[in-house]
DNA sequence: TTAGCAGGTTACAAAAAGAAACCAATAATT
DNA sequence: AATTATTGGTTTCTTTTTGTAACCTGCTAA
């Protein structure tokens, strides 16, 4: 997304959208969270163009995703590390994971396994309320205006739903 | 993403950004959580080419993430409901959400807020282990190669990661 | 001395996205 | 009866974004 305009600004998934909306950022992510910190492992290992990795370390890291530290002098070398915005995107990509896994993969042939330490078990990641530890379904969770949203947005979208029940 | 190819095949995060990789797909699939249904209603709230909606949803409903409904005939007209993979998008959805609202609005005035109408309460998305129900962290969760990973895939992730640690 | 590596940049070609006009089937309006 | 509106697109053309391949810089190793 990188230089695009929001099409719908204010919006939390636009807003991320804006940073990782394009075919590479979330597979940089991935390969971050996986432990890859360098130009050339990210290279190599997604075989993106040189050109369009630098650009998109660059812009991932003005997002505040990842830093950029030197880790050698003469000559200079950086290696880029997931920043505290970077790692709270891990929802993100473990929720992706189980979706790909779920759907993608036939049971008991799946590419990935995650391993919780705390309890020792293969697992699947789950979403839940925050305040009643209740499994988030999307006929439980309604979305409403919250104090910064604007009645434009608001009736906008109220439009383009209402075209659903005429 | 659509045309391409996965550039980690076997992966299930490539795998869903195979679907929906691209700068619209999510926020099409956002707008069909609200409840949006209609060509029109899509087109209009956000701002997309008609060019580039048709071919979306169109690929989103190869996919299996919209089921394409007629809900009136003569002159025909269709709707896209969300399928069952669709819905099981919710997660992803409801983690980016998360990470916009945290980053990328100031506390007290966010765009957009989710009430849970199992506890009523206004909340946040909480992803945690299925098994113990404990948080989850980038530290305590280990990503394993399953048993449909290739040899090859895991080598040349530890290239990549190999390199941070020379 | 030559080769190699890490981390890029540049120039150019190919692919994707966007804008705007158009179309088809029908219904509503004048 | 003719005109206009609505929905759900397609077509054509232009602009942007991606990708490819060659090149560069500063150093190290053989």
Chains 1, 2 share one sequence.
Request: with cysteine; aromatic share 8%; glycine share 10%.
């Amino acid at each position: 997304m990188s230089s695009q305009t929001a099409s719908t600004p204010g919006c939390p998934i636009d807003g991320l959208l804006q940073i990782v909306g394009d075919r590479w950022s979330l597979l940089i992510l991935r390969d971050a969270f996986y432990g890859v910190r360098r130009f050339d492992g990210f290279q190599q290992h997604l075989g993106i163009s040189k050109k369009i990795l630098a650009q998109r370390l660059r812009s991932l890291t003005e997002a505040g995703i990842f830093n950029r530290v030197m880790y050698q002098e003469r000559p200079q070398r950086f290696e880029y590390r997931l920043a505290a915005r970077g790692l709270d995107t891990f929802p993100v990509l473990l929720s992706m994971s189980r979706w790909g896994t779920r759907w993608l993969s036939e049971p008991g042939k799946e590419w990935l396994q995650l391993r919780h330490t705390g309890c020792g078990e293969i697992i699947e990641a789950q979403l839940v309320c925050s305040h009643c530890g209740e499994r988030l379904t999307p006929a439980r969770v309604k979305p409403l205006a919250g104090p910064g949203a604007e009645s434009k947005d608001i009736e906008s979208l109220a439009r383009a739903i209402r075209k659903t029940s005429s």
